[in-house]
């Protein structure tokens, strides 16, 4: 069965540092992949996603990430963080064959330091 | 253009009560779908359904009802709720025919059983 870990459960940065947010996953196909962000209070918003094609994706707010086949990762990275950028970070893996199979991540929190 | 909006925002019950928890869009997307958030466990899927008259049972199904008579709406109902099913809701969206599609997320509703 397919499965997501992000084995960082918090993570506090300083403003203006770089930042990498880990994910793994296990499928048995090539999956599509998800970063969600969480704000305090809020909802979920859609960072970014992989489908196919480029392995280097671009999203909002100035996030990337990389997908690696080899390593069934997918990280999250930004190159300056903004206070801004403190929320719970969620990873997740969607089967192709079908849209209701996105498995969610435990999530990652990121608190930034002024 | 409101999105995906719930109501309540907050919500406390005694167990052994009932409640609708309600969710309506208003982007004509054929999917919604119901999650809980756990803390550790990111969102697990109780119910989901891909059009009026058509529901189908998530993850974590037992203990939650659904129906969908409109495409705006999607209730989750609560027949005896329990203090297992204090959680975190959260109502979302997604135009079906894209495979690897972007759900969209209400602000969510805060339930605690006691």
């Known amino acids: 069965a397919q499965s997501v870990t992000q084995p960082d459960i918090h993570i506090t940065v300083s403003e203006g540092a770089s930042l990498e947010l880990r994910c793994n996953y296990s499928?048995?196909?090539?999956?599509?992949l998800f970063w969600y962000v969480q704000s305090p209070g809020q909802g979920l918003q859609l960072l970014l996603k992989y489908f196919s094609g480029d392995t280097l994706v671009q999203g909002i707010k100035g996030f990337e990430a990389e997908f690696k086949r080899s390593q069934s990762s997918f990280n999250l990275r930004k190159p300056s963080v903004h206070w801004s950028d403190a929320a719970e970070y969620f990873c997740?893996?969607?089967?192709?064959?079908?849209?209701?199979?996105?498995?969610f991540g435990p999530g990652t929190s990121l608190s930034v330091i002024p | 253009n409101a999105g995906v909006t719930q109501t309540p925002k907050f919500q406390v019950l005694k167990t052994g009560q009932s409640m609708t928890l309600q969710c309506a869009q208003d982007m004509n997307h054929e999917y919604m779908s119901w999650y809980r958030q756990d803390p550790g466990m990111g969102l697990r899927l109780i119910h989901y359904s891909v059009g009026a008259g058509i529901t189908d049972q998530g993850e974590v199904p037992n203990g939650y009802n659904v129906s969908r008579s409109t495409t705006e709406d999607f209730p989750l109902r609560l027949l005896s709720a329990a203090p297992s099913q204090t959680s975190v809701y959260f109502c979302a969206t997604e135009r079906l025919g894209r495979i690897g599609g972007t759900q969209y997320f209400g602000p969510g509703t805060r339930l605690t059983v006691l």
């Open positions: 997740a893996v969607g089967m192709k064959t079908s849209y209701d199979k996105v498995i």
């Open positions: 499928y048995g196909a090539t999956p599509y």
